[in-house]
């Protein structure tokens, strides 16, 4: 479910304007779809807000310049992640970013970085800026902790909520009765290969009250009988006061006489023997962690500031609680060679976890092995500063190249990093063997999350006066 873009219609709809969202996750006639449901509006739009990650740039690029000739008056805003960080990241790769900025400039009317319900008014006005920077502490567009209990729930009537269902990614829950919230924004830690981690703003956490979360989930249940809900926060626990939002959800569900599930992502680091228990007792019954790799040496390199035994530990509690847990592997991080992935197939031989997910790094921008790289010739090199160990990329000009990086890459696939150890293909290989060899054993694969595995997983939001 699109939360971001059903933020931005609630404040839409808050403001006295009529709004709709076109949600095109894993829709192959993503333009014709949308073309023919803007058409369907009356009157017809006037403002057209495209969100966009890198990998979707070409594709939305498309769907801008449709819509523009079917509706040559309407107003074009892009906004999302790959708005933002190129821009960022301009300030500091002016040059590897000129194609991906001038590309944002040439197709869309406003561009937002950073939240949009409060820029989303401003874009509108006749007398909008080509840029609105909602990221900075300072501006007025900028969504505080102060806003956040302020603004209206996602506004989920605009998608039709009730056909949004999946499980929990628990290959033992077979029923499909969960939804996905935020009751968080931001991350404070600055992991290397992560988009916007150059960025300060990006680090700063903003939270509502626990009272405001609870309440929508109780909202949820109440209006569309969802019993299953997923934190879609970078980490549940990067909060320390914790405490009032598990013992809030002990007392709804009792209120309501209904036992709730809920599944959210932690940090190891951070994660206690009693946090573990208490997030049982409130009803947690899945849990992901960012293990990354089994090696401490990648684990450095790519800034995490986890240990692999603590990792360990998480996942020993985890199951001493109950609770099922799921880890996230990338593959590729600067210096990886044969050895370093040796380590991580030992480690995940020994933990015995229910479920892994695989990835291949990416340099995205406004990442450290995006603009912390040198260019040598053809290709852009990032050196840890610990140990010299280095990362190549080639560059993806994401304005240009649909390239998805997550999921499970096909025969062709083709990364575009390599390290002194091993090349893009040898990188691919080893993701393949990973995938058969740690997710092949499970009798059945649990329902794509929100956004993955689609092969065009964008989404469009337009406001009409």
Known sequence: M????LYLGASAEYHGRRACVVDLAGCPDYVERAVRELS??????????????????????????????????????????????????SARQPERTRGLVSDLHRNYDVLVMGDGELALQAAFAADAPRIIDATLPSSEYYVGSRWLDRLPYPARHLIGASG??????????????????????????????????????????????????????????????????????DELNADRGLGPLLAGLIDLQARLEHQMRFRCFLRADLATHTQIRALAKA???????????????????????????QNTRVIEWARSAGIYTKAIISIGHPGESPETLAETERWLDAVQLEDVNFTIVSALPSSCYYDGAVRRGGVWVYTCPEN??????????????????????????????????????????????????YKAHHDAEPAAEPGTGATKPFCAVHAIH
């Open 2 to 5: 699109p939360l971001g873009l």
């Open 40 to 89: 369907l509006l009356r009157p017809e739009p006037t403002a057209v807000g495209i969100s966009i990650t890198a990998s979707q740039a070409k594709l939305a690029r498309e769907l801008a310049s449709a819509i523009r000739d079917h509706f040559p008056g309407v107003r074009l805003v892009a906004g999302g992640a790959h708005v933002t960080h190129s821009i960022k990241a």
């Open 283 to 309: 009803g947690f019954v899945v849990i992901a962690i960012g293990a990354e790799s089994g090696s401490e040496r990648m684990l450095t390199n790519m800034g995490k500031r986890v240990t692999k035994d």
């Open 388 to 437: 010299g160990d280095r990362l190549y990329d080639f560059g993806v000009n994401w304005a240009e190249t649909v390239h998805f990086i997550n999921g499970a890459p096909s025969a062709d696939y083709n990364p575009s990093i390599y390290t002194d150890s091993l090349s893009p293909s040898d990188l691919a290989s080893w993701h393949r063997y990973f995938e058969a060899k």
């Open 164 to 233: 949004y269902r999946y499980n929990l990614g628990h290959v033992c829950i077979n029923e499909s009765n969960a939804v996905n919230i935020i009751s968080q924004r931001g991350c404070p830690f600055a992991c290397r290969f992560c988009a916007g981690r150059m960025d300060a703003s990006a680090r700063l956490m903003r939270r509502p009250s626990a009272a405001h979360v609870l309440g929508e989930i109780k909202q949820l249940y109440d209006t569309y009988g969802y019993t299953d809900f997923t934190f879609y926060d």
